[in-house]
């Protein structure tokens, strides 16, 4: 006995933007669904099953997956399901011998529910590799000058990828309309470039999907869909297809795209800042199918454009911002230093026309009012001014039509349709009112946007417009609306007037300039210093990658590399970039790296201060020789050999260094230079100016290098004698096994690299949150066994998170890039993670923290 899955409820014109499309019952015919129950038995299964397998969907309900796949493939499809994490997760295999040995098919797996959803498509002879296009594609996109010929660019790549006949991309506005702001076409094929369309053409859920599945394939338009047959266990229920590759067409897309004479579409969303940007909508005028291979790297790209537009839009809002704030910054100070300008409203008029474009200014001071440029009369001012005195609440506001405030405004549209208003003081009563005139602009709507009722195919309802002939209507009554980036420069331009307004000192104008320079020799010294880091992790990522046979010592090598820079900087600055401890060095050093063998490593010297440019170079190096004496030599293996790290300075003040290794297994010199004997032979020459020698003695491997005296400060006063060093305790490999983990991080890149250690450790699941509100409400609703807090979110820091974990008993761990220096009062017993971090370092802390915990509550 089996049920078809289907709608209950017919869509008409009361419930469209209701259509449950995630739950359509039907699948398009190119390929065939299989859905598994937690028995791996068949729960349901497209009617067309019959055309792949050898068994039909009728016979297939209810049998063991065994039955009805490939041994082979089954074990494949088995190590997929244990990758997938996350609701949306999906994972695919190429060229998988999915129901027998004849036939090779392209598979997407993913969970829907309780069931294991595998969808299959006959495997293409053609399969694109994506790493050459994305290269090229991407090779492309950086070499645009602007914003429009970055989208035009990215439609032709589409395009090129895809084949279809047309590809545009079409944006989104703040109400949810759209327009095609870029596109690519095939010869002979009308242009929709410039056309907008109403916020309702697209509704709410298909919005919701397009976040959800970035990727969507319609193959061919005229095909019969193929619903799906659902065993006796899945009576009543509905397979949710929200990110099936196969989910069919609601019946009211399929009549829009045949009205416009398409026969296959293709969409990739434009996700940006976790925001639904755009589409990359592509048409084709027949049926078009590229194979999942190809589709696979188109939906890449979609990914890697939408970062670069993000990466982008953020460039040249921050540019602006940048001006503004400077330009902010220098009426501030010019107010400073002259309070009565405050006073005058023409200059302060004239000061916020340089921050923000508009087309006229109306400043109300004291019930005094000045106007400059287009603006409404001052009678018709003052009805925007009570307006402002009794809705605004002292804060900024911002429209593109003033009329939907002010109905009276409606007559002064032509010249003044919208306004930014800018409080000056905390009090209504002071305000600058920028005025925008009214943009006539003729808009070409892709048919009437008022869609008219008509009778179609599926009955009195909202039927798609017949076809997309542009035509005219003229948008009256409104403005060119303000941007973000000006609603945010009119706030700091608002905040700045307030602070001068409560404190006018000549003491506090003084020390405004003094800042102002401070922050201008900080930013220098800041800019100078990163663009350094990066150039050199930008070389070590260069060098790394030439030396490295595999990916994996890639990696391996690569953090070894990144964590001794980032010790080096811990120390250096703790002291504000002061001189640093050559033993304090080597101690961690010893710490990060040989863990039970510290006790091999012997030194022997007085204290000595490095200048902090000598101690990152040293700390490199000592890291390499740390690395090769614990891989190949005196520290390898079962061997019990020694390291023997002495120092001096001679008659000239040069610090002269030796490492000495015995006791260990034979060496000879490398066949092969890596760039880890590049570090140690040439980073003391060519950074400090000084002399670096290596031997392979029959006894072990020596190393001699001299430190020029202009970097050595003298000793510390704390003599090093000759001591062993006790091996600290060993935390537990996985730590976190079986416990559900909260992840607050804001940064993406930073975030999925912690989840990846946090499952590395055992963690049975991890639970993301960028913001404190999202991890506030995950403690409360999930009740995580262990939390890792960035300490900086965003604009705000983790504490309130610390303090509802600390009031549940939950343990946490901080993780900081702000150093050793941060001190967080009240939290001097949790442990932090200094960026950039190992599994090792967060499972010392896990460790730590889930110990203190079992000591005081004595569950853990």
Not at 144 to 151: G, N, Y
Not at 786 to 803: I, K
Request: charged residues 25%.
């Amino acid at each position: 006995m089996h049920t078809v899955d289907r709608l209950d409820d017919p869509v008409d014109l009361t419930n469209c933007d209701r259509e449950p499309i995630h739950i359509l019952g039907t699948i398009q015919p190119f390929g065939v669904l299989v859905s598994l129950d937690a028995e791996s038995r068949v729960r349901r299964a497209s009617a067309n099953l019959g055309d792949f397998a050898t068994l039909s969907a009728e016979d297939a309900l209810g049998r063991e997956a065994e039955e009805i796949f490939d041994a082979g493939a089954l074990v494949a499809l088995r190590e997929r399901m244990q990758l997938l994490r996350g609701g949306d997760a999906v994972e695919r295999l190429f060229g998988v011998k999915l129901f027998d040995r004849r036939t090779a098919y392209d598979v997407a797996v993913h969970f829907s529910g309780e069931e294991f959803v595998v969808e299959a498509e006959p495997a293409s002879s053609n399969a694109a590799e994506a790493g050459n296009p994305m290269r090229t594609f991407t090779g492309r996109l950086r070499q645009a000058e602007t914003t429009q010929s970055f989208l035009r660019e990215a439609a032709r790549q589409v395009k090129s990828l895809t084949g279809f006949d047309r590809v545009m991309v079409y944006r989104f506005d703040e109400s949810g309309s759209g327009e095609v702001v870029a596109e690519a076409l095939s010869p002979g094929i009308d242009s929709f470039y410039g056309l907008h369309y109403p916020a309702s053409d697209i509704p709410a859920q298909a919005r919701r999907l397009y976040l959800r599945n970035i990727f969507r394939v319609i193959a061919d338009v005229t095909a019969q869909p193929v619903p799906l047959l659902s065993a006796e266990s899945a009576r009543g229920t509905a397979l949710d297809q929200s990110i099936g590759l196969l989910r069919a067409v609601s019946p009211i897309h399929v009549e829009y795209l045949r009205n416009m004479g398409v026969g296959a579409s293709l969409s990739i969303s434009i996700i940006v800042e976790g925001r639904l940007w755009g589409l990359f909508a592509c048409h084709h005028y027949g049926p078009r199918l590229p194979n999942l291979g190809m589709r696979t790297t188109a939906e890449l790209f979609g990914q890697l454009f939408s970062f670069m537009l993000e990466s982008r839009l953020r460039s040249e809002t921050s540019e602006y911002e940048l001006r503004a704030r400077r330009a902010s910054d220098r009426i501030m100070a010019t107010v400073a230093q002259n309070p009565s300008l405050l006073n005058d409203p023409a200059w302060l008029g004239e000061v916020t026309f340089e921050l923000i474009p508009a087309d006229g200014v109306a400043v109300f001071l004291e019930g005094d009012v000045s106007l400059s440029g287009l603006t409404p009369t001052i009678e018709q001012c003052g009805e925007i001014l009570d307006y402002l005195n009794a809705e605004a609440a002292g804060n900024v506001v911002t429209t593109d039509s003033i009329a939907s405030l002010v109905p009276a405004a409606r007559v002064h549209a032509d010249i003044a349709a919208g306004m930014l208003a800018i409080p000056l003081s905390r009090s209504p009563r002071n305000h600058i009112v920028l005025f925008r005139a009214e943009q006539l602009r003729t808009v070409r709507w892709a048919g009437n946007p008022e869609k008219s009722v008509e009778h179609g195919p599926n009955g009195d309802r909202l039927t798609p417009r017949k076809s997309f002939e542009a035509w005219t209507r003229l948008v009256q009554g409104t403005s060119l609306p303000f941007t973000k980036a000006e609603r945010q420069v009119a706030e700091t331009l608002r905040n700045g007037m307030l602070e001068v307004l409560l404190r006018l000192a000549d003491d506090a104008a003084l020390e405004r300039e003094r800042a102002h320079d401070r922050q201008e020799v900080l930013i220098a010294e800041l800019n100078h210093r990163v663009r350094n880091i990066l150039s050199l992790i930008r070389g070590l990522i260069s060098q790394t990658e030439r030396s490295s046979a595999t990916i994996e010592e890639f990696v391996f090598n690569l953090d070894g590399r990144v964590q001794a820079l980032a010790r080096a900087h811990d120390q250096v600055t703790r002291d504000h970039w002061g001189p640093a401890s050559l033993i304090e060095l080597l101690d961690v050093e010893a710490s990060a790296y040989l863990d039970e063998r510290r006790e091999a490593l012997v030194m022997k010297g007085p204290d000595m201060l490095v200048e902090p440019v000598a101690f990152t170079a040293l700390a490199l190096v000592f890291h390499e020789l740390m690395t090769n004496a614990a891989k190949y030599g005196a520290l390898s293996g079962e061997h019990t050999g020694t390291v023997l790290i002495s120092w001096r300075r001679d008659a000239e003040g040069d610090l002269l260094l030796d490492w000495v290794e015995s006791g260990g297994p034979p060496v000879a010199p490398p066949t092969r230079r890596g760039f880890g004997s590049v570090i140690i032979e040439t980073s003391i020459p060519h950074d400090l100016g000084g002399e670096a020698s290596i031997e392979y003695r029959r006894h072990g491997f020596e190393g001699h290098f001299r430190i020029p005296a202009r970097h050595v400060i003298g000793t510390g006063g704390t003599p090093a004698a000759e001591r062993p060093r006790p091996a600290p305790p060993q935390p537990d490999a996985a730590p976190l096994k079986g416990l559900k983990v909260l992840l607050a991080e804001d940064n993406m890149i930073i975030a999925l690299d912690a989840e990846s250690h946090l499952f590395d450790l055992g963690a049975a699941d991890v639970l993301v949150a960028p913001t404190t509100e999202e991890a506030l409400e995950l403690v409360e609703q999930a009740a995580p066994d262990f939390a890792a807090l960035d300490y900086n979110l965003g604009d705000t820091t983790s504490l309130p998170v610390a303090e509802r974990l600390r009031e549940r008993g939950i343990p946490f761990a901080f993780m900081t890039g702000l150093g050793d220096t941060l001190e967080i009062e009240g939290f001097d017993d949790v442990p932090m993670v200094q960026k950039p971090y190992s599994a090792s370092q967060i499972a010392a802390a896990a460790a730590r923290a889930l110990a203190a915990a079992g000591a005081g509550d004595g569950k853990r």
